[in-house]
């Protein structure tokens, strides 16, 4: 809008979601990412000593990254994402498969936008957060205790990491380099390994949300981790 205005006009992609799909990184993704992972593993080990399931929603409301990566690095045991909808059953099967009077506790990892078959959470009471109603889902059908937590908008604090800041610093030398030589509708993003300079009509159309066959999905699969994919 500014560009048709007139004004000279340079973005930088900035998501803490990294779901700006013409750039690999977003600035802001790897803070609230290292963040989420600091958090889930303070879950973890309360789930541990109290011998329950924890249920954790973190950010993501159209793009999976930040559950599937935290949730990787934080040994969860179900993470649920945008991309896949989930059938609680499964995902109640494979908790029980786990659970054992030796090790009576887990993790859930839930995103803000996570997608559900039948709309599975909002059974018996559609009132409270994602991590909530899928907690309370998850207890009818499995011998155990859960319980949620909402970690998402914390993340959002805290003092950027040294990728971000790293990044942060190479989008703004790009930006300030297009504005001085005159260019404008430009958005600057990170093409590993380059920084590169892409049209605004072609940068800010589409989400950049977790490919079937990415890397993180086929990790995440051979940890044994349930994505909502049937049984």
């Known amino acids: 809008k500014l560009h048709l205005k007139g004004l000279h006009t340079v973005c930088i ?3 803490i979601e990294n779901d700006i799909a013409s750039t690999a990184v977003s600035f802001g993704f790897n803070t609230a990412l290292s963040v989420t992972i600091e958090m ?3 879950a973890y080990q309360a789930a541990r000593s109290a011998r329950k399931v924890a249920v954790v929603e973190v950010l993501g409301e159209q793009a999976g990254w930040i559950a599937l990566q935290a949730g990787i690095a934080a040994r969860a045991d179900v993470v649920l994402i945008p991309e896949i909808p989930c059938n609680l059953k499964h995902a109640a099967a494979r908790l029980k498969d786990k659970l ?3 090790r009576p506790y887990g993790l859930v990892v839930v995103a803000e936008g996570a997608k559900f078959v039948d709309d599975a959470p909002t059974e018996g009471n559609a009132d409270g957060s994602i991590a909530e109603r899928t907690a309370r889902t998850l207890q009818s059908l499995v011998d155990g205790e859960f319980y ?3 970690i998402g908008p914390w993340a959002r604090g805290g003092n950027p ?6 990044l942060g610093m190479a989008f703004g030398a790009g930006a300030v380099e297009l504005l001085k030589s005159g260019q404008t509708a430009v958005m600057v993003g990170f093409v ?3 920084i590169k300079y892409l049209p605004l009509k072609e940068a800010g159309h589409e989400v950049r949300t977790v490919p079937a066959d990415n890397e993180f999905m086929k990790i995440a699969q051979s940890l044994g981790i349930y994505l909502g994919t049937p049984l």
């Not at 990491?161 to 790293?166: A, E, P, S």
């Open 13 to 15: 992609p900035r998501s």
């Open 40 to 42: 889930l593993n303070k």
């Open 100 to 102: 054992s009077p030796r």
């Open 148 to 150: 949620p937590l909402a």
């Open 161 to 166: 990491t040294t990728v971000d800041q790293q």
């Open 192 to 194: 590993p390994p380059d």
